[in-house]
């Protein structure tokens, strides 16, 4: 028995309340590597600029090793904020015309390939199902343990059949236009 995930209000369209690890990467804007390069570039900055305003005597290769340290977690930070910031998109709460597009633009044409929309699962469908209640929005919890959707289910909170509408619709315009030709 799939649980409905609960209904939050948001002031956007919602594209899916638990989008699959690479399918957020995939929809980065350039903004969020902007902050995933700020952050790495800015973290070992940060301890070096403390270092020059409070000395603190170390060797230069200490000091190097400390700021390779703070750039590695600069990155993974940086990482961790640029994917939340495209979660945030994916469930309409922030703007998102741009995903919508691009959301509806891929299940089209999957729909069109007659694949599965969310992939092709290995797991029982109650295993979906505590897989779907685990990670869902878990983005907002990175800050205690960062846990991602590696798993592929059908309980993304959205109607589907928008995308098969819309899918028939092309196929109907593709199919006149070759009979116009």
């Known amino acids: 028995m799939a649980i409905p995930p609960k209904k939050i209000n948001h002031p956007y ?3 899916d309340n638990d989008p699959y690890f690479t399918r957020v990467l995939r929809y980065f804007r350039p903004s969020d590597y902007a902050v995933l390069g700020l952050s790495t570039v800015g973290a070992p900055g940060a301890y070096l600029l ?3 305003c409070s000395p603190s005597y170390m ?3 200490a ?4 700021a390779r340290t703070s750039a590695l977690i600069g990155l993974t930070g940086g990482f961790l904020l640029a994917y939340q910031r495209s979660s945030l998109r994916f469930w309409g709460w922030t703007e998102n015309e741009r995903e919508v597009k691009l959301d509806m633009r891929e299940m089209v044409d999957k729909v069109k390939r007659k ?3 969310y992939g092709e699962s290995e797991l029982t469908p109650y295993m979906q199902g505590v897989a779907a209640r685990n990670s869902r929005y878990s983005q907002l919890m990175f800050h205690v343990f960062p846990w991602f959707n590696l798993a592929n289910h059908d309980q993304h909170g959205v109607d589907t059949a928008k995308y098969y509408k819309a899918a028939e619709e092309e196929m109907e315009r593709e199919r006149l236009a070759k009979e116009k030709s």
């Open 115 to 117: 694949e599965p929309l």
């Open 13 to 15: 369209p919602l594209i």
């Open 50 to 52: 403390m270092d020059y």
């Open 63 to 66: 000091l190097m090793s400390g």
């Open 59 to 61: 060797g230069r290769t």
